[in-house]
């Protein structure tokens, strides 16, 4: 959805982990975004993927 000059938006995903996925110090979960704008009645642009920090999936 676009967004006014100047505005911002928030979001929160929640998730749930299985009783039996895999777990520990090499297991994350991870989200990326895809980026897109333009300005200037079209005459810059830009997009690209944004890492979204995760978290670690701890065994219980």
Known sequence: MPLAPGA?????????????????????????????YEYQAGEAKNSGIIGIPGTQVACA
């Open 8 to 36: 911002g938006s928030t979001f929160t995903v929640a998730y749930t982990i299985a009783p039996d996925s895999v777990c520990g110090a090499e297991t994350r979960i991870d989200f990326y975004s895809y980026l897109y």
